[in-house]
């Protein structure tokens, strides 16, 4: 069984569109997270939910808006995609905000913007 | 402001060869956790080990082991008699607890890519 798991795994697409990704998790877990990782490999947080409720918004442009219809769900929407958008994303879970809970990461989504 | 640094971007060694993967912090926080996870060439993050502050009991797992020195910030990982199948990027992670939003978030190092040859 598929702890986190994220939709699609690999997303190409032009600049310009508007493009979402899914991630879900099964465990239960209250906090949600979406992370970028960059072409040199930098891990970097963008945004966290705790039971729906936006707790963390880094320094992220506007274009990318994250909605989490659910505690189980948190998706990540992109509009007008530039070239530097092109990276993996990974969503995570972790049970409580501030918990010694390790986050639980799903297997990240590859986005190339062409 | 959490910082975690990992000074060796690369690390190459021979197959049953011990390697440690260095990891020094940053943080205000009296209280807080360090991570370290594992993102073989398939590319996702495997969690390895979490410690938090108040414990400086240096941990073993097999072939794996930490050492958490609190005097010297530092959270050095070791794999003794390394495989080929160690070959992957390791991350070490740092998560404070000073108000709940910091607590929340996971300050990355900027990795140490670790490869074993045969």
């Known amino acids: 069984d598929t702890a986190v798991s994220q939709t699609p795994k690999y997303l190409v697409t032009q600049m310009g569109n508007d493009k979402s990704i899914k991630c879900e998790q099964n465990?239960?877990?209250?906090?949600m997270y979406w992370y970028k990782q960059d072409s040199k490999k930098f891990l970097k947080i963008m945004f966290s939910?705790?039971?729906?409720?936006?707790?963390i918004n880094e320094t992220v442009p506007n274009r990318f808006s994250p909605k989490s219809p659910d505690k189980a769900h948190l998706n990540l929407h992109i509009n007008s995609l530039e070239l530097g958008d092109s990276a993996v994303y990974f969503c995570?879970?972790?049970?409580?905000?501030?918990?010694?809970?390790?986050?639980?990461f799903g297997p990240g989504t590859r986005l190339t913007v062409l | 402001a959490q910082k975690v640094t990992q000074a060796q971007t690369e690390i190459s060694v021979v197959e049953k060869e011990d390697v440690t993967l260095d990891c020094v912090y940053e943080?205000?926080?009296?209280?807080?956790?360090l991570f370290w996870y594992k993102q073989p060439p398939s590319g996702e993050l495997v969690f390895l080990i979490r410690?938090?502050?108040?414990?400086?009991q240096n941990e073993i797992s097999g072939r794996y082991s930490w050492n958490f020195q609190k005097s010297t910030s530092s959270f050095n990982f070791t794999i003794t008699a390394s495989q080929v199948v160690d070959s992957a990027v390791y991350f070490c992670?740092?998560?404070?607890?000073?108000?709940?939003?910091?607590?929340?978030?996971?300050?990355f190092g900027e990795g140490t890519q670790l490869t074993v040859n045969p």
């Open positions: 995570a879970s972790s049970q409580g905000r501030g918990s010694l809970s390790e986050q639980f």
């Open positions: 465990l239960g877990h209250d906090t």
């Open positions: 939910y705790n039971n729906k409720e936006l707790i």
């Open positions: 943080t205000r926080d009296t209280t807080y956790y």
């Open positions: 410690r938090n502050s108040f414990d400086e």
């Open positions: 992670a740092l998560r404070g607890s000073f108000g709940e939003t910091s607590g929340s978030r996971l300050t």
